[in-house]
């Protein structure tokens, strides 16, 4: 069966940004980050283990983080 295909707009994937200085056009459900942060996570990823994104504030991840099964955040 073929994937569907990705529709701006419509909230059909989320993206890893690099953080725009010139304040350029915002990134729309995606997740921005300075370069360096970025560089961190993709070194600190496992493909392996078949991570998955889970955004929280840092307090709500840290309430649920045993219970989620979730690692530890450097």
Same mark, same amino acid.
């Given at each position: 069966?073929? !994937?569907?295909?990705?529709?701006?707009?419509?909230?059909?994937?989320? #993206? #890893?940004?690099?953080?725009?200085?010139?304040?350029?056009?915002?990134?729309?459900?995606?997740?921005?980050?300075?370069?360096?942060?970025?560089?961190? =996570?993709?070194?600190?990823?496992?493909?392996?283990?078949?991570? !998955?994104? @889970? =955004?929280?504030?840092?307090? @709500?991840?840290?309430?649920?983080?045993?219970?989620?099964? =979730? &690692?530890? @955040? &450097?």
């Amino acid at each position: 069966m073929p !994937r569907p295909r990705a529709v701006a707009g419509a909230g059909s994937a989320i #993206f #890893f940004h690099i953080w725009r200085e010139d304040g350029g056009r915002p990134s729309t459900g995606c997740t921005v980050m300075a370069e360096a942060v970025l560089l961190r =996570l993709i070194a600190w990823v496992d493909p392996s283990a078949q991570p !998955r994104y @889970v =955004l929280l504030p840092r307090p @709500v991840y840290e309430e649920v983080r045993e219970a989620w099964g =979730l &690692p530890e @955040v &450097p």
